[in-house]
């Protein structure tokens, strides 16, 4: 599903390039659960955004279902954002004026699906993320691990295939971010391909593979990638 390929990312200092990804290359196949590691400043942030289009790499190349991030547009990048990934961030980054279903609603509302289809769809998500009491609340009535799970089902309202998260469970308490990590491996199950960043090696453990970045180097990779 995801091929990337000799990637280096450089960015300006002043006057200087420095470098945070160093000719990484490495193949994701669908329905894998895989987490990225490293040291603060090993580049694996970097290597997730430019894995969700949002970052382009100095040089190499990426494919995701055989498209080329690299050749594409900005609209043809965020309609692919849109419809095949889903983005859980850390903070959560929740609109405070709209409800947890508005929030929800919030990329359907991009994709122009219509108004019953969307109310409809961020309800059952809700539910699905065992928020569906707090469906009318707003983001300040929520406690953080709430927050977290309304995030996670804004990320799943256009039906994307990729799902990528970063330090998802990095503002939260150990129970309420093994909770999370529960609920992403159970959408894994049912075929979600994720891939995450995280410090904390027991949010790692629910991976299925583990790719340890140093220095913007891959320096180990505990699987391989399924039925390439």
């Given at each position: 599903?995801?091929?990337?390929?000799?990637?280096?990312?450089?960015?300006?200092?002043g006057?200087?390039?420095?470098?945070?990804?160093?000719?990484?290359?490495?193949?994701?196949?669908?329905?894998?659960?895989?987490?990225?590691?490293?040291?603060?400043g090993?580049?694996?942030?970097?290597?997730?955004?430019?894995?969700?289009?949002?970052?382009?790499?100095?040089?190499?190349?990426?494919?995701i279902?055989?498209?080329?991030?690299?050749?594409?547009?900005?609209?043809?990048?965020?309609?692919?954002?849109?419809?095949?990934?889903?983005?859980?961030?850390?903070?959560?980054?929740?609109?405070?004026?709209?409800?947890?279903?508005e929030?929800?609603?919030?990329?359907?509302?991009?994709?122009?699906?219509?108004?019953?289809?969307?109310?409809?769809?961020?309800?059952?998500?809700?539910?699905?993320?065992?928020?569906?009491?707090?469906?009318?609340?707003?983001?300040?009535?929520?406690?953080?691990?709430?927050?977290?799970?309304?995030?996670?089902?804004?990320?799943?309202?256009?039906?994307?295939?990729?799902?990528?998260?970063?330090?998802?469970?990095?503002?939260?308490?150990?129970?309420?971010?093994?909770?999370?990590?529960?609920?992403?491996?159970?959408?894994?199950?049912?075929?979600?391909?994720?891939?995450?960043?995280?410090?904390?090696?027991?949010?790692?453990?629910?991976?299925?593979?583990?790719?340890?970045?140093?220095?913007?180097?891959?320096?180990?990779?505990?699987?391989?990638?399924?039925?390439?």
């Amino acid at each position: 599903m995801i091929t990337i390929d000799n990637i280096h990312k450089s960015y300006l200092m002043g006057k200087e390039a420095v470098p945070a990804l160093r000719g990484v290359s490495l193949e994701i196949a669908q329905g894998e659960f895989v987490c990225l590691m490293g040291p603060s400043g090993s580049g694996k942030t970097t290597l997730l955004n430019i894995i969700g289009g949002l970052d382009e790499p100095s040089r190499g190349h990426i494919t995701i279902d055989g498209q080329n991030l690299v050749a594409m547009s900005e609209n043809e990048l965020a309609h692919l954002r849109l419809h095949k990934m889903g983005f859980i961030f850390q903070n959560y980054n929740l609109l405070a004026n709209f409800t947890a279903q508005e929030n929800v609603e919030a990329p359907m509302v991009l994709a122009k699906a219509n108004r019953k289809e969307r109310r409809q769809r961020a309800l059952t998500l809700l539910e699905k993320v065992g928020l569906a009491d707090r469906a009318h609340h707003y983001p300040s009535e929520l406690s953080g691990g709430q927050q977290q799970r309304v995030a996670i089902a804004r990320a799943l309202a256009n039906h994307p295939t990729i799902l990528i998260g970063d330090e998802v469970t990095g503002d939260l308490d150990s129970e309420t971010g093994l909770a999370i990590m529960r609920l992403l491996a159970s959408l894994n199950a049912e075929g979600m391909t994720i891939v995450f960043v995280t410090h904390d090696a027991r949010m790692a453990e629910f991976a299925q593979r583990v790719i340890h970045i140093s220095d913007g180097k891959l320096m180990s990779d505990n699987g391989k990638a399924h039925d390439r």
